[in-house]
């Protein structure tokens, strides 16, 4: 069965650091993109960040460069999203995703095939 399970959310004060895990069990993330989207309430999901299969290739949404980083560990089966300098606009529902049909990019509109289930960030003081 092909899983992707987020972990490592929660509250945090604006200006600390999170950092997202996206584990994948049932298959190996070797070949495919992976992306970070976020969804808040009332709001439609919108991409994050995402790289690509060969670790190469990576994007940010605008809101989120400089200080979100995204990278890859294929020995763990894992992908990261370093989350810095957190604004209360953060808050939303995480979910990673994994397509294997993007090659070396990766698109940051939510067209992948596998989905997780989401994990919640909240950033407040």
């Known amino acids: 069965q092909l899983q992707l399970v987020e972990s490592g959310g929660g509250l945090v004060q604006p200006g600390g650091s999170l950092r997202l895990s996206c584990a994948a069990s049932?298959?190996?993330?070797?070949?495919?993109?992976i992306g970070w989207f976020r969804q808040a309430p009332g709001k439609e999901r919108e991409g994050v960040s995402c790289i690509g299969s060969s670790g190469g290739y990576t994007n940010y949404a605008d809101s989120v460069k400089g200080r979100f980083t995204i990278s890859r560990d294929n020995a763990k089966n894992t992908v990261y999203l370093q989350m810095n300098s957190l604004k209360p606009e953060d808050t939303a529902v995480y979910y990673c995703a994994a397509d294997r049909g993007y090659g070396s990019s990766c698109p940051m509109v939510p067209e992948y095939d596998y989905w997780g289930q989401g994990i919640q960030v909240t950033v407040s003081s």
């Open positions: 049932g298959f190996t993330l070797d070949y495919y993109a």
